[in-house]
Structures are given as C-alpha cells and as structure tokens.
C-alpha cells in the first residue's frame, strides 16, 4: 500500500463528513450505518497494515472482488466471514449485543 492509497482513503473520509451534512444521505447512510461501520473498521485495519486488497484477499482465502465489496459495505457478510477477515488481519472479530 502506498502513500497514494493511504491518502485517497484518508480524503474519502473527509468527502463523507461533507455527504453527512447532506439530510438525504445521513438517513441511508444511518439505514446502514453497522454495515459500513464494520466496512470502514476492517479497510481502517488494513490500511493500518499497509495491506493491498489483494493480499488480504490471499490471507482470508477470498477474492479481490469479494474484499473490496466488503471494505465498501456493499455487501452482507456473515460472522464466519467477518472472522476469517479479522484473523487475516492480525485482529479478533468481537460481537456485542446490547
């Protein structure tokens, strides 16, 4: 990963600060709000790890596609997927319910 990837991530956050003021996209965006939750903290992970799509593909056992579908919250994943991704991340998958 280099220091062009880290930033475009780093930008697409400051891009969602400025989307959320928008009252429209706030109530879809909060209508999913757990999904991409956990997609912005697993592509956090990575990036923090300095870790391609491409290889975190490689050491969950995934594709690419699958990966970046995930990290975009794009798409519904089970627990057993959200853990083989943790674990490729160095990390540990904890669900809570309250």
């Not at 990966?67 to 998958?93: D, E, H």
């Amino acid at each position: 990963m280099n220091k062009q990837e880290i930033k475009k991530a780093m930008d697409f956050q400051e891009h969602l600060k400025e989307e959320l003021k928008n009252p429209e996209f706030k109530k879809l965006f909060d209508e999913a709000g757990e999904q991409f939750e956990i997609a912005y903290r697993l592509n956090h992970l990575r990036l923090e790890r300095r870790m391609s799509q491409a290889e975190l593909a490689r050491k969950s056992g995934m594709t690419q596609g699958n990966i970046a579908r995930l990290i975009s919250g794009n798409q519904n994943f089970t627990i057993q997927t959200l853990s083989r991704v943790a674990k490729a991340l160095g990390a540990k998958l904890k669900v809570s319910i309250t």
